[in-house]
């Protein structure tokens, strides 16, 4: 019989809610998803009702303010977040039935083959890039947008599980990462089962009208918001912070690829990466000084690192001159992305600045 995980209640006296460690882990650069019982401890004992994650990407905060009951907007540029958010955070209570994966697995004679013949040879076999093409061939027959993202981050789940390391910069299959694992030895099929059923369990109704949406920070309407929780893609001190350079094919997953330029002259298929102010030293200080300026109606949460620039010092001034009061948080961490020696530099300071 499993154990059940302990239940944590902090010297405050907020109790963290158990039903968050049925999120479904991606692995995804800069998740949160370990410092949840942190965040929770800083979030708990501030007021606020409505709250928006501007920048969801795994989902696991919004799926944390879900839980604290909170009605929540859940906000990202890349589509596949943003379809993992509408399953997961603006999903009332819809699962997938026995009936509906059964349908979702059945051969459509009329089917594409877009996935099977772009990437053969790319990143799974053929059987496996068939059923992609299949059950992709079946999601929009669905009735309910909440279970066609349930199936969609069924896929997005499966092949991020199936692939090494889970990002999709390299071809192939590379020998010396086929170590018995049982996620590289499990086909798309399989774990694809396995992952809507993962998903099911985490789906719940917290009596809220919660959302999802995809697209620019910028371009929201800032108002209605109680707390506002930030964690852009900073720019780093050393190697890049492309998202769609390590989940492209979960990107064009998540839409079939529908109005995506595919660069064809590229190993793995790229698609083109968006342009964000956040990812250059020359544009990240002013943008953040418009998204401090953007949301000063709200109480700011920014989620952030040592390793990033600007610096902290920075982005405390920033802060003050739009929030009466700000506090940081500390807390030693260690992020898990990457194998190489070089991931040493994954040892930092997480930091969460509150503007109140």
Same mark, same amino acid.
């Not at 019989?1 to 209640?9: E, F, G, R, V």
């Not at 943003?82 to 819809?94: C, D, E, K, L, R």
């Given at each position: 019989?499993?154990?059940?995980?302990?239940?944590? !209640?902090f010297?405050?006296?907020?109790?963290?809610? *158990?039903?968050?460690?049925?999120?479904?882990?991606?692995?995804?650069?800069?998740?949160?998803?370990?410092?949840?019982?942190?965040?929770?401890?800083?979030?708990?004992?501030?007021?606020?009702?409505?709250?928006?994650?501007?920048?969801?990407?795994?989902?696991?905060?919004?799926?944390?303010?879900?839980?604290?009951?909170?009605?929540?907007?859940?906000?990202?540029?890349?589509?596949?977040c943003?379809?993992?958010?509408?399953? !997961?955070?603006?999903?009332?209570?819809?699962t997938l039935?026995?009936?509906?994966?059964?349908?979702?697995?059945?051969y459509?004679?009329?089917?594409?083959?877009?996935?099977?013949?772009t990437?053969?040879? @790319?990143?799974?076999?053929? *059987?496996? $890039?068939?059923?992609?093409?299949?059950?992709?061939?079946? @999601?929009?027959?669905?009735?309910?947008?909440?279970?066609r993202?349930l199936?969609?981050?069924?896929?997005?789940?499966?092949c991020?599980?199936?692939?090494?390391?889970?990002?999709?910069?390299?071809?192939?299959?590379?020998?010396?990462?086929?170590?018995?694992?049982r996620?590289?030895?499990?086909? $798309?099929?399989?774990?694809?089962? *396995?992952?809507?059923?993962v998903?099911?369990?985490?789906?719940?109704?917290?009596?809220?009208?919660?959302?999802?949406?995809?697209?620019?920070?910028?371009?929201?309407d800032?108002?209605?918001?109680?707390?506002?929780?930030?964690?852009p893609p900073?720019?780093?001190?050393?190697?890049?912070?492309?998202?769609?350079?390590?989940?492209?094919?979960?990107?064009?997953?998540?839409?079939?690829?529908?109005n995506?330029?595919?660069?064809q002259?590229?190993?793995?298929?790229?698609?083109?990466?968006?342009?964000?102010?956040?990812?250059?030293?020359?544009?990240?200080?002013?943008?953040? *000084?418009?998204l401090?300026?953007?949301?000063?109606?709200?109480t700011?949460?920014?989620?952030?690192?040592?390793?990033?620039?600007?610096?902290?010092?920075?982005?405390?001034?920033? $802060?003050?001159?739009?929030?009466?009061?700000?506090t940081?948080?500390?807390?030693?961490?260690?992020?898990?992305f990457?194998?190489?020696?070089?991931a040493?530099?994954?040892?930092v300071?997480e930091?969460?600045?509150?503007?109140?």
């Open positions: 019989m499993a154990t059940q995980p302990k239940q944590l !209640t010297d405050s006296g907020w109790t963290f809610p *158990e039903s968050v460690r049925a999120y479904p882990q991606l692995r995804f650069m800069g998740s949160k998803y370990r410092l949840l019982p942190w965040i929770y401890e800083v979030l708990a004992p501030l007021d606020f009702d409505t709250a928006l994650d501007a920048f969801s990407g795994s989902g696991c905060v919004a799926y944390l303010l879900k839980a604290m009951g909170k009605q929540v907007v859940a906000n990202d540029l890349l589509q596949f943003s379809v993992v958010a509408t399953a !997961t955070i603006a999903n009332p209570g819809i039935d026995r009936r509906d994966v059964e349908f979702l697995l059945a459509d004679p009329t089917q594409k083959r877009f996935i099977e013949s990437f053969a040879d @790319v990143f799974f076999t053929r *059987e496996d $890039l068939r059923f992609l093409d299949r059950v992709w061939a079946n @999601v929009p027959k669905l009735h309910s947008p909440h279970k993202a199936a969609i981050a069924g896929m997005i789940r499966s991020a599980k199936r692939q090494p390391r889970g990002v999709f910069t390299v071809a192939g299959d590379p020998t010396r990462y086929k170590d018995g694992r996620d590289l030895r499990l086909g $798309l099929r399989d774990h694809f089962v *396995e992952q809507v059923e998903y099911n369990c985490a789906v719940f109704d917290n009596g809220r009208a919660n959302s999802a949406i995809c697209g620019d920070v910028f371009a929201l800032p108002r209605g918001y109680d707390l506002v929780y930030l964690d900073y720019v780093p001190r050393a190697d890049d912070n492309c998202y769609v350079k390590r989940y492209h094919f979960l990107e064009g997953l998540s839409c079939y690829w529908k995506m330029d595919i660069m002259e590229t190993r793995v298929k790229k698609i083109p990466k968006h342009f964000t102010p956040f990812s250059y030293r020359r544009t990240a200080v002013a943008a953040f *000084e418009n401090f300026a953007m949301f000063s109606a709200s700011i949460v920014l989620s952030y690192s040592s390793n990033g620039f600007p610096d902290l010092d920075c982005l405390v001034s920033q $802060l003050r001159a739009h929030k009466r009061r700000v940081v948080h500390k807390r030693p961490h260690r992020y898990h990457g194998t190489h020696r070089a040493v530099r994954n040892n300071t930091y969460l600045i509150v503007g109140a």
